[in-house]
């Protein structure tokens, strides 16, 4: 299983950023994928969640309205879409997948939101 994110880096306060998760070695297309986030100095948090059909999303509270996930199956691919992005967006941002009792992460994004 591998999981690669890519589209982080620096953009002003309200400005807009999209993260890309490309994973391969599983069937993609079977299971729930996740974005967290892990602040500096702090710890990983569940962001958003997306069922395998794309049809069920969910959101922490912190995000709603600003971030939407999604997802290409043909493209065995996750995207987190973040608007309107605040100084404590700042993090960096892990694609996970939970595949019977393992649990997969990439390496991270890095995002910065700061004028």
């Known amino acids: 299983v591998q999981l690669v994110e890519s589209g982080g880096g620096l953009v002003q306060p309200g400005g807009s950023l999209r993260l890309s998760c490309a994973a391969s070695?599983?069937?993609?297309?079977?299971?729930?994928l996740r974005w967290y986030r892990q602040p500096p100095g702090k710890e990983r948090e569940l962001v958003a969640s997306?069922?395998?059909?794309?049809?069920?999303?969910n959101y922490a509270d912190s995000v709603k309205g600003r971030f939407t996930i999604s997802r290409d199956n043909a493209k065995n691919t996750v995207y987190l879409q973040m608007n309107s992005l605040k100084s404590e967006d700042t993090a960096v941002y892990y694609c996970?997948?939970?595949?019977?009792?393992?649990?997969?992460w990439g390496q991270g994004t890095r995002v910065t939101v700061s004028s």
């Open positions: 996970n997948v939970q595949i019977i009792l393992q649990t997969y």
């Open positions: 070695g599983f069937t993609f297309s079977g299971y729930r």
């Open positions: 997306i069922s395998s059909g794309g049809g069920s999303t």
